[in-house]
């Protein structure tokens, strides 16, 4: 068997332990003669597996008392409708920052439920920074502000917490959730689809501060309510077991790697890698305004895009797959999650420097 080097966006490569483990357990789960997808969401065995993979959760992120933590189905495109009903609280307008494709969507979904104020935008300089805050233009009474905290395919990141004084801030952390430690008690609401940086696809994460919920509009689905979830543990509906179980691996697998301040040193290693040869070289380049650089998803451009697909060629010919760009922005991307290993990157930079030495 050989593994590839995956840079894909998402559904993304897991931990290699992860998957080992999974197999281990997949017919017969600790001597339950069961395996997780096989078994009853509300028996003792998956109950416990669902009791850790929060509790480990909580532990990794330092989640205050005070949030919920909600395990959830629909993805972050459902969470831009679902945010809206649950969180407008009789407000009229929500502020949203448009930092790329994934604040787009966000935007369009939140209109079909209130007045969507775009309070900043980068879209005059094709997305490749993110507005300061003090350029920032707020609604008096806004439910709201909205930030997509790592636009995947723009390849932007927050590397600051916006401060919105008393109004709860919202962010769309699919794509780098767990990548880096969070002080949680500075947002309102958090939430991750889990299939970039958690697990498999189906699972999404919401953290959500207790007194935010509870006022969800009338035509919200029982299963989207975050009060009625919170109240039965994330189980009105079946819950994603299967993918419930693999995040809590995963959860497992980052606490043997010393927890999150310990993955960001590594990510900040992997990613500077990347960066710094793309700075140096005249061959290829990055299109994002250096402060604002994505440390998990590293978007970049050869100068001369007839050899896009040789380029690619030559990178699965040596295991190296995925890193064709977003098509809304073109070139390549490497995603290069937690689970990516340093030597993953430098694999990556070699063939780079391989490729430029031939065709520059
Ligand atoms: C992948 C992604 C989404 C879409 O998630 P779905 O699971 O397809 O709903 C939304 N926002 C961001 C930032 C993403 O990276």
């Known amino acids: 068997m050989t593994r590839a080097i995956n840079f894909s966006a998402g559904p993304a490569l897991l931990p290699e332990e992860v998957l080992r483990q999974a197999a281990d357990e997949m017919l017969d789960w600790h001597g339950s003669g069961m395996g997780v997808m096989?078994?009853?969401?509300?028996?003792?065995?998956?109950?416990?597996?669902?009791?850790?993979?929060?509790a480990d959760l909580k532990e990794l992120m330092a989640i205050p008392a005070n949030y919920k933590v909600l395990f959830l189905q629909g993805g972050a495109i459902a969470e831009n409708a679902i945010v809206p009903m649950n969180m407008l609280r009789g407000h009229g307008v929500a502020d949203y920052i448009n930092t790329g494709e994934w604040s787009k969507k966000s935007i369009k979904e939140a209109g079909k439920y209130c007045k969507v104020n775009v309070a900043a935008s980068s879209e005059d300089r094709a997305f490749t920074y993110i507005p300061p805050r003090d350029s920032w233009k707020l609604s008096a009474d806004a439910a709201y502000v909205h930030i997509c905290s790592n636009e995947t395919i723009g390849g932007l990141e927050y590397h600051w917490v916006p401060d919105t004084g008393s109004v709860p801030l919202v962010a769309d952390m699919s794509s780098h959730i767990m990548s880096r430690p969070v002080d949680v008690a500075k947002y309102g609401l958090i939430y991750a689809g889990a299939q970039k940086n958690i697990g498999p696809a189906g699972l999404t994460l919401v953290i959500v501060r207790d007194d935010l919920i509870g006022k969800a509009l009338p035509i919200t689905p029982s299963a989207f309510d975050y009060k009625q979830q919170a109240e039965s543990d994330s189980m009105l509906n079946t819950p994603p077991t299967y993918a419930i179980y693999i995040a809590g691996l995963v959860f497992k697998w980052l606490k043997k790697q010393g927890g999150l301040a310990q993955i960001e040193r590594h990510n900040i290693a992997k990613a500077a890698l990347l960066y710094d040869y793309l700075d140096q070289s005249a061959f290829f380049g990055s299109p994002v305004a250096k402060a604002d650089r994505s440390r998990m998803n590293v978007p970049f451009k050869l100068k001369d895009e007839s050899l896009d697909g040789?380029?690619?060629?030559?990178?699965?010919?040596?295991?190296?797959?995925?890193?064709?760009?977003?098509?809304?922005?073109?070139?390549?991307?490497?995603?290069?999650?937690?689970?990516?290993?340093?030597?993953?990157?430098?694999?990556?930079?070699?063939?780079?420097?391989?490729?430029?030495?031939?065709?520059a």
């Open 38 to 54: 096989e078994m009853s969401h509300r028996g003792k065995e998956f109950i416990k597996i669902h009791a850790e993979a929060e």
């Open 310 to 359: 040789a380029f690619l060629k030559g990178a699965e010919e040596r295991g190296m797959v995925q890193l064709k760009g977003h098509r809304a922005v073109g070139g390549m991307r490497a995603s290069i999650y937690n689970a990516m290993p340093l030597e993953g990157v430098r694999q990556l930079v070699q063939y780079m420097k391989e490729f430029e030495a031939r065709h």
